[in-house]
T-cell receptor, first 109, second 115 residues
Framework: GQNIDQPTEMTATEGAIVQINCTYQ??????LFWYQQHAGEAPTFLSY??LDGLEEKGRFSSFLSRSKGYSYLLLKELQMKDSASYLC??????????WGAGTKLIIKP | IAGITQAPTSQILAAGRRMTLRCTQD?????MYWYRQDLGLGLRLIHY???????GKGEVPDGYSVSRANTDDFPLTLASAVPSQTSVYFC??????????????FGPGTRLTVL
């Protein structure tokens, strides 16, 4: 079966750094996506990795290791508005997205 | 309008009733998708359409049907609603299914409660 694993919830402090991990087992791999979803809102695209390594975009970075079936999203200089759920999704051999259940990130002052 | 719109925003429906959720995009995207999101679960694909005139079944298609008569619209119909279809429904679109930059963009969602 196909499986995406993420921690259910994490807590971090404003101004700090947090790393959200995602491990996957899928039938094929054609890229990994991270989305942000604020409560009651739609998911919005954050990042895309298809090759191993780190992709940096402002305060957010995403890392991929295909051999380990592993990715992480790194958020720096945390702000209160970063409180949201972060969704990891893998595009499988059929080019369908398989989604993790999401990690709820709570930012404390 | 810009992006993807969904209607209604929310709906309470009696079991056994027929319901159509509407989705319209103005980005001229070829591919469109319907997902449901339930607490503790990842987004699950119901149906998809890679291009106007074609549709396909996703992970959880039973009880749902779709049509894609044109590029912009992708309605989702529940023929006879059941309480297990209580969920938040998201429509999404992408420029080209399976392409190297096949990023999906989501509508605001429809919160459906079936009693």
């Amino acid at each position: 079966g196909q499986n995406i694993d993420q921690p259910t919830e994490m807590t971090a402090t404003e101004g700090a750094i947090v790393q959200i991990n995602c491990t996957y087992q899928t039938s094929g791999f054609n890229g990994l996506f991270w989305y942000q979803q604020h409560a009651g809102e739609a998911p919005t695209f954050l990042s895309y990795n298809v090759l191993d390594g780190l992709e940096e975009k402002g305060r957010f970075s995403s890392f991929l290791s295909r051999s380990k079936g592993y990715s992480y999203l790194l958020l720096k200089e945390l702000q209160m508005k970063d409180s949201a759920s972060y969704l990891c999704a893998v595009r499988d051999s059929n080019y369908q997205l398989i989604w993790g259940a999401g990690t709820k990130l709570i930012i404390k002052p | 309008i810009a992006g993807i719109t969904q209607a209604p925003t929310s709906q309470i429906l009696a079991a056994g009733r027929r319901m159509t959720l509407r989705c319209t995009q103005d980005m001229r995207h070829n591919a469109m998708y319907w997902y449901r999101q339930d607490l503790g679960l990842g987004l699950r694909l119901i149906h998809y359409s890679n291009t106007a005139g074609t549709t396909g079944k996703g992970e959880v298609p039973d009880g749902y049907s779709v049509s894609r008569a044109n590029t912009d619209d992708f309605p989702l119909t529940l023929a006879s609603a059941v309480p297990s279809q209580t969920s938040v429904y998201f429509c999404a679109s992408s420029a080209e299914a399976g392409g190297p930059t096949d990023t999906q963009y989501f509508g605001p969602g429809t919160r459906l409660t079936v009693l």
